[in-house]
Structure formats: structure tokens, C-alpha cells
């Protein structure tokens, strides 16, 4: 009979660790969650929605993503600028990337489209408005969405307006395509087509 306890009292021990260890790792994790300069440099002005569903995105704010994040892109490819958390794919990352995907293609091909989305008014960069809209548009895609977009991609979209305070500009779209094997941010760009 004392062995039968002994090893009672050593699997309650067992389950007594186990629980600390899982409840110091979720605090471990939540305390580096907010020192991560990724997690806070995407932390986008407020933008409100309309009647309409419409995004509303202020052209003033601060600079995003932040010299820190687009210092890690001169060492790595598969840097963070952002983390996205999505209801279709679960956590979503815009990586530093390549010509091909992430940030730095978005920047050698959209850079021009994201400039024309703010007509050189209010003090945003084109990747403040663009790290904002992606936001928008993977956290709060427009109903339907995102859609198969082929070849392991999902397509999101959502209407959004860059707002100066004075004249908004027209109603446009922001598309966001996501690998979804890789839950990889491949390219965004504004369109005016609101489908994909």
C-alpha cells in the first residue's frame, strides 16, 4: 500500500509542475508580447467605419512600420514588419519578403499605387497607408471574404478612404493576397475593382 501512495503523490507532483510550467510560459509569453518592436510597430491609428462598411483611415498618424522593423530587413528576408491576427487563417505575417513577396515587393511594385491612394496630402508615408489598410482589410475584410484566389492563395478585401480631414479621397479597395500554407502576406495593393 505505501507504494500505491508514493506514486500518487509523485503524479500529483507531476501535475502540480506540468500547470506551472504551461501558466510561466503564457506569462513569459504574454510580458514579450509587448516588448516585440513588430507586434508594436503595427499598431495602426483608429481608423472608424461608415454606415457603408467603408473604412475611414486618417492621413496623419504615426510612421509605420519604424526604423527598427526595416532595420531587421538589411539582415533578413524573413524579418517581421507586422503580425496580423485573421478569423479565416489564424496569425498572418508580412515578412520583409523579396522582388516576389512581403514588403519589399510591395514597395518595387505598389509603392506608386500607394502614393496616387494619398495624393500627397497629410503626413503618411505610402507604407503607413498601406500597413493600415492591410490591417483593415485581414482583421475586418469585407463580408465574403477572403476567397479562394488559386494556387494556394486566399484573396482579402475591404473599402477603404484615406481621410486628410478635409476631402476624402474616392471609395477604393485595398487587396491583400495571403499564402495559405505558408499564412504569409505575398502582396497589397489599392484598387478600385472591389472583387478578386
Known amino acids: ?108 511594385r505598389h509603392t506608386g499605387d500607394w502614393q496616387d491612394v494619398l495624393g500627397g496630402t497629410g503626413d503618411r508615408d505610402w507604407d503607413d497607408a498601406m500597413l493600415t489598410a492591410v490591417k483593415t482589410a485581414v482583421t475586418a475584410p469585407r463580408s465574403g471574404f477572403p476567397v479562394d484566389a488559386g494556387d494556394g492563395k486566399v484573396c482579402y478585401a475591404a473599402p477603404v478612404r484615406f481621410d486628410d480631414g478635409t476631402t476624402p479621397s474616392p471609395d477604393a479597395f485595398v487587396k491583400v493576397i495571403v499564402s495559405a500554407t505558408t499564412d504569409r502576406v505575398i502582396t497589397a495593393y489599392p484598387t478600385r475593382d472591389d472583387d478578386c
Do not use: K, W
Open 1 to 108: 500500500m505505501p507504494t500505491q501512495r508514493n506514486r500518487s503523490v509523485v503524479a500529483g507532483l507531476a501535475v502540480v509542475v506540468a500547470v506551472g510550467l504551461v501558466a510561466g510560459g503564457f506569462a513569459l509569453g504574454t510580458q514579450r508580447s509587448g516588448d516585440d518592436p513588430v507586434l508594436s510597430a503595427t499598431t495602426a491609428p483608429a481608423a472608424v467605419a461608415t454606415a457603408d462598411g467603408t473604412v475611414v483611415i486618417d492621413r496623419r498618424g504615426e510612421d509605420l512600420p519604424g526604423d527598427d522593423v526595416l532595420a531587421a530587413c538589411n539582415r533578413s528576408s524573413r524579418a517581421e514588419v507586422a503580425r496580423y491576427d485573421t478569423a479565416a487563417l489564424g496569425q498572418v505575417v508580412l515578412q520583409c519578403g523579396n522582388g516576389s513577396q512581403g514588403y519589399e515587393h510591395i514597395r518595387v
